[in-house]
């Protein structure tokens, strides 16, 4: 294992003599996880976030970004920046401001075992740290939609279809009641693509599984789909352009193999057979989180001890901090604000112009290409 690599360029001002001289950053997040169609070098060390470089503009995405003083709150201070190229000053909102990036691993690991919040939060706060139950969720929540959303918008975490296969699980819930869990995998990445909680497994539910394999897929067009037999399933793979192959477990009971394994791994996590549900969201998040646990932090036999995310991009994450820093970085989501182009297109709050639009419009998506011109 090889140490950080951290490539950066720092032009400073020579006429200052004070210590805190205005430095502009130029570059983006290069890390020494970026395998070899990332990195023209060739490097393909493992990956562990020691530095990093500020974030890209939101407005701009430029990577010129130079750091303009402190914002100091509550708990800590908060850095600021200002890009050099549009002179939009912006903070970044990050996860890891509630609590710290070990309470945050032990946080998210308790989830992944246990699903329950109560739980969770009594391992915590045995180290001594105050944290309620709302806080704990809103940390969950957040954490879940900032990897799922690095799977549906950027373009570089889409995954290349080879071939997959789709199942589902029932998942009991309170009164006497049960929910079904649709669960597709790619055979070659070992991916788990979707984990889509339903109240039944009827075609509407299987169509919408079946979507979210599109949106997080690439080159699925005309690739083959291993399934038990189930009617619903055979109608939506002919829908979206792929062609099922179906056996059903009584003619050939390991025609599934991978996603009946998948789903072992998940039963050996919150996911017990005898644990009741009291919400659809909770069951959501807590299958959400189990897939990214899969996908990011489990090594697997098949791929050499890598995970898929490693496999397929070359990162390797080896707790949750590390991985929230990664993608708030690559892809910044501060909050929306109104703001307005003044004299020689400088951004201000105050100033007459385009008022009313938003910073996120027209945001253009990161890829991880950006980074590897810097090298």
Sequence with gaps: MGKAILIRTRKRNRRSRSRKRNSTWTGGVLLSGLSREFRPDGANRDFSISHFLPPKCPHCTSWSVTSKGRRKNKRHQKQRWKCTKCGYRFSMKSILDRLDASNIDLLLDSLTSSGDVEEAVAIVQEKGIVIS???????????????????????????????????????????FDHYWILTVIDTASRTWLVGYVSKSRDEDASLKTLNFVTKRCSGYFGKRVRCDGHRPHILNIKRIGMIPDARTKMKDFGWINLIERLHRFARSKALKKRK??????????????????????????FLNGQTPIQHIFGLRFSRWSDWILYLEAIAPRPKAKLWGVGEGGKWSSTASGHLGQTILDGFAQPTLTVASSYS
Aim: hydrophobic fraction near 30%; aromatic fraction near 8%; charge should be positive.
């Design 133 to 175: 139950r709302t806080k704990a969720y809103n940390i969950w929540r957040d954490t879940v939609d900032l990897l799922n959303r690095s799977e549906s918008d950027l373009n570089s975490q889409k995954v290349a279809c080879s071939e997959l296969q789709i199942d589902e699980m029932n998942q009991p819930f309170e009164n």
């Design 276 to 301: 009741k549900f009291r919400s659809l969201k909770t069951l959501q998040l807590t299958v959400d989180l189990i897939r990214h646990h899969y996908n990011g932090l489990k090594p697997h036999s």
